[in-house]
Every structure is written in C-alpha cells, then in structure tokens.
C-alpha cells in the first residue's frame, strides 16, 4: 500500500459519508471504515507484517487517514443534526404577524346591572333582599295571596306546572307570603316587632313569549309592612328610587288604579321621562298597592294592627328602558355583539 491508497480510503469515506442522508445512513457507512470489520481496521491489521522502519511510516500514514475519516464523520454528523433542527423549526414554524389570541374578560348581563342597581339603591333605605325558589307551590303563588284555585286571575298567569302540585313561580310575590311568615315567626310572642322592609329579585315564569314578554323574565318584589305604613310611603319610596335608578329627579310618577286580588287598593305605576326619545309618554314599570288583609293573615299578622304596601316591578324592562333596548330577546340570546356593549 502507498500514501495514495489511504489518501483514496479518506476520499472514498468522506463520499460515502456525504451520501448519507440520515443519522443511521451515517452510522452504517461510518461501520464501512472504521468498525471491527472496517477497511481501515483491515490497513492497521496488515501493520503486523512489516517491518519496524516501514511499520513506523506506515501506522503514521494511517492513523493521519483514520483522523481525516473520524473529522469527515463528525463534520456529517453535525450537518445532519443541524438539518434536522432546521427541519423541526420549519414544521413548528411560529408566525408573529398572527394577531394574538385574547383571553376574554367576561362582563355582568345588563340585567345583572339592573339588579344590582336595584339592590344598592333599597338596600339604602333600610330594605334586606331576600332570594327564593322558582320552583314554588300552588300555595304561596297562588293560595296564599287571596287567590283561590278558581279565581279568574289565575288565568292571566298561565306557567309552566311540575310534577307534584309545583309549579315555576308567576311572579315574585310568592316571597312576600313566605319572607314575612319567616319573619313573623321570629318575634312571635313578644311585644314589638320590626317592621318587615325587603326585596326579591328573581326570575319568574309565563306561557308568553313575543318582543316584549320573555317565557322567563325578571321581576323584584318590594315589601314594607308595619303599625303604620300608608300609600304615600310608598309614592315616597318608589319615587326616590326611580328618580335615583334613572338619575333623573326631574323624572315623574304616575298610580294608575288597577287589580290585584292580594292588594287593595292597587295601582300600576307608571313613569315619564324628562328628556330623551321617550320624553313625556308614560311607561307601565311595576304593580303595586296596600297589602290585602287576608293576605297579612297568611303572614301570620293580625291585619287590625299591621298594614303596608308590596310593589313587583319588571328588572327587565327597567333595562330596556334605561339602555334604548327595542326588543327584551336580546337579552336572552347569547349575542355577544348585543352583550358586549355593556362592558
Ligand atoms: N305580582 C304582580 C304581577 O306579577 C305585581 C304586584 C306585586 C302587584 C306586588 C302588586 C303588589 O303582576
């Protein structure tokens, strides 16, 4: 063998390692030189027949062929893994011209805001809110506020009936009867009891569904009883609260006499704006009147000594009212574009 047969063997290999395309391709070739049974193996393995001069010179000339093939290897290696890298940061490939994705802030429901309103302006004058259920009996629906299985007004209360004698509560009233039972039984026996000042706001139920009635819908009951509770409390109450929920003092009230079989007298309640597209027009926002008494009977009171008024007004339509909506399904859609406006 001469210089030029390993000078061959470093070319070959470092043909044979550029013709790898994969990190096992390269293994394999890299076997071909430098393995047990490699060709570089076979040179030093024909060492052992020369003598010692030649033996010198010529494991030098091999061993500088076996660095030249190892650095050829390492030098492939390196462009496959750099390859490679390439390869996978292609695929993964991360565009930052994408608009980022924005985690959404979420909101309150216009009508949350409303109740919410509500709420705070009661709560500042010394009423408690109180929650109950939707799921009400025939009794404290209907029964219990001076309205018997056969009285007309039932029908005008159309809902949805479950199973057992329950039905979806027509209206929040049902709080009035089962708040003022609660409390009632409370100071029971003793000499004075506080007067019962609170609100229910909650949602109700009818067979009625166009762009003004919702087959669920909203409404918050008001009740104030006491030794001496009279109508002008309640022109007083409602009043301030409208002028304060609408920000309006210049904002008027109308009672426009009415009928419901648990007060009386009874009388709707009518508002007039001062300014604004609806300026002047009176708009039905609640019903009201004197608790009837045998509906304070039901509390659990004796209507010779206790009298006051309830009211049930419609969180729904105080919201359309104040925001210009036209159309009371909106706010059960689920439209974003419609909610997103009261962010
Ligand atoms: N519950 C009545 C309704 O749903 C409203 C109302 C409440 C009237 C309290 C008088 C007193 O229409």
New binding site residues.
């Given amino acids: 063998m001469t210089r030029n047969d390993t000078d061959d063997l470093v070319r070959t290999a470092q043909a044979d390692f550029a013709a790898a395309a994969t990190p096992a391709e390269l293994e394999n070739a890299k076997a071909r030189y430098l393995g047990k049974a490699g060709r570089l193996t076979d040179l030093l393995k024909g060492l052992a027949t020369l003598g010692a001069d030649e033996k010198k010179t010529r494991g030098a000339q091999i061993n500088a062929a076996k660095q030249a093939i190892e650095a050829a290897l390492n030098e492939r290696r390196q462009e496959l893994a750099d390859a490679e890298l390439e390869r996978q940061l292609k695929a993964q490939a991360l565009d930052v011209t994408l608009p980022g994705r924005r985690r959404g802030s979420g909101g309150l429901h216009p009508v949350s805001r409303t109740m919410e309103r509500i709420e705070a302006i009661f709560a500042s004058m010394g009423f408690d809110v109180a929650d109950g259920p939707e799921i009400e009996t025939d009794w404290f629906n209907f029964t219990a506020l001076n309205t018997p299985p056969d009285h007309p007004a039932r029908s005008m209360?159309d809902t949805f009936y479950v199973e057992g004698g329950h039905l979806l509560r027509?209206?929040?009233?049902p709080m009035?009867v089962r708040y003022a039972r609660a409390h009632a039984r409370k100071y029971e026996g003793l000499a004075h009891m506080p007067e019962i000042r609170v609100i229910a706001p909650g949602r109700?139920y009818r067979v009625d569904s166009d762009a003004t009635h919702s087959p669920m819908f909203h409404?918050c009951?008001?009740l104030w009883i006491g030794e001496n509770v009279s109508f002008k409390d309640l022109k007083a109450v409602f009043t301030d609260f409208c002028r304060r929920f609408f920000e309006s003092d210049a904002l008027q009230l109308r009672f426009r006499p009415s009928f419901?079989p648990?007060?009386e007298p009874?009388a709707e309640i009518d508002v007039a704006f001062a300014s604004g597209p609806l300026k002047g027009q009176w708009l039905e926002i609640?019903?009201?009147?004197q608790v009837h008494p045998n509906v304070v009977r039901n509390f659990g009171l004796d209507p010779e000594r206790y009298i006051g008024f309830?009211?049930?007004m419609g969180p729904d339509r105080l919201t359309m009212l104040r925001y210009g909506v036209n159309d009371l399904r909106l706010f059960f859609d689920g439209d974003l574009r419609f909610l997103r406006q009261f962010q």
Avoid: M, N
């Fill in positions: 209360h027509t209206h929040s009233s009035q109700t409404q009951e008001g419901f648990f007060t009874s609640a019903g009201s009147g309830a009211f049930g």
